[in-house]
């Protein structure tokens, strides 16, 4: 008898860990690609988000099942967030953009891991 997988595997932690690492180790150049000024407290912002996609990367590769819910609210309320920028401040409106886009992948590809099925169905 073989053992099968009961757990689906988390894929999307480890692309959002890769993010997190891109966003720690090269905030500057993350902000040039991003067309953002970058200034110390830009600098600190994407920082900050390179943190918050690690801690949320160990929370779903370590609970997935249980906690994939949250990390798609958790990403569509930052895609929120980052279009809000984007319609108040023009100087930051192709990084919120940008980051809104991001969001959204993430959104979509953590629902897709929950349900390879292709089937979108309510978050319930």
């Known amino acids: ?16 860990a890769g ?23 830009s600098l600190k912002v994407v920082r900050i988000l390179g943190v918050r996609h690690a801690l949320q990367a160990g929370v779903e590769i370590a609970r997935w099942p249980q906690w994939w819910r949250a990390g798609v609210l958790v990403d569509i309320a930052h895609g929120l ?18 980051e809104g ?11 897709a891991c929950k349900h390879p099925s292709g089937s979108f169905k309510v978050l319930r």
Do not use: K, Q
């Open 81 to 98: 967030s980052a279009i809000g920028l984007a319609a108040s401040a023009p100087r930051w409106r192709r990084a919120g953009l940008t």
């Open 19 to 41: 993010w997190a690492c891109v966003l720690l180790s090269s905030p500057r150049r993350v902000l040039n690609i991003y067309g953002a000024p970058v200034e110390p407290s």
């Open 101 to 111: 886009v991001i969001a959204a992948t993430f959104v979509s590809f953590g629902y």
């Open 1 to 16: 008898m073989i053992a099968t997988r009961t757990r689906p595997f988390p894929t999307i932690g480890l692309i959002r």
